[in-house]
């Protein structure tokens, strides 16, 4: 089953198409097969449903991956959903849409948990030491779509520049949908992103944060404040 669900993921990548605006990035829906994805998202439940996120204005987060500190969840889904975006196939496909020739050293991911009220403190690139982000959306039926995340203009600083007002683009926050980007941050172009929940409709915003790291580096022991950790 591993290598039917890694070659429908390779097929989605293959012929997915590149967004320049406003900057390099790859939106593709439907990721995983859709079984798979319904397992997947099935088995991050124990933190989705944590009494933590009963609040307004929370961030929360569980890693379930760290490679260079073997760090991997136990349950089969998320594993073989792992053991997919692991694979070298799947990774040299990823790097030729976005024309990285730098091969990662390192693997992180985590689950990703907005309740209602909580704005990213700043826009921003990514740090200099990811190499691929990759944004997967958990969305239920009904979600508010634009709880995706937020692009802005890649000339501009960050700190410069409003959450709301000055968006050009969001990507969709659509079930099984997912956001990739090579992260830049050159004073000519930046990735500028950044990600909120303040919607009506949904209460709580949840995704997987993936990176494909330059080095190797034990992210789990990195203090984040103002987050709760799971």
Known sequence: ??????????????????????????????????DLYNNVKQETEQYTQSEVLDKTNVRA????????????????????YYDILLDSDIVNAIKNKLSIE???K??????????????????????????????????????DESLGTMLYPPDKDGVKMD?????????????????????????EYKTNHCMANR?????????FQ????KEKSDWTKDKQSGRIRL
């Not at 993936?210 to 790291?213: A, E, K, L, M, P």
């Open 199 to 207: 919607s009506d409709r949904t209460f709580l915003r949840k995704s």
């Open 61 to 80: 987060f569980h890693i379930y991956v760290n490679e260079s500190v073997n760090v991997f969840p136990s349950t089969p889904h998320l594993k073989e």
């Open 102 to 104: 730098q091969n990662p």
């Open 163 to 187: 959450v709301f007002k000055d968006c050009v683009k969001s990507a969709p926050y659509v079930s099984n949908t997912v956001c990739l980007f090579a992260p830049n941050d050159s004073k």
């Open 106 to 143: 390192d693997f992180y991911s985590e689950l990703n948990l907005f309740t209602k009220g909580y704005v990213y403190d700043e826009i921003h690139p990514d740090r200099s030491d990811k190499l691929i982000t990759m944004l997967h959306y958990l969305a239920d039926e009904g979600d």
């Open 1 to 34: 089953m591993l290598e039917t669900n890694k070659k429908y993921v390779l097929n989605q990548i293959k012929n997915s198409d590149i967004s320049n605006q406003p900057w390099k990035h790859l939106i593709i829906k439907d990721f995983l097969p859709e």
């Open 210 to 213: 993936t990176f494909w790291v």
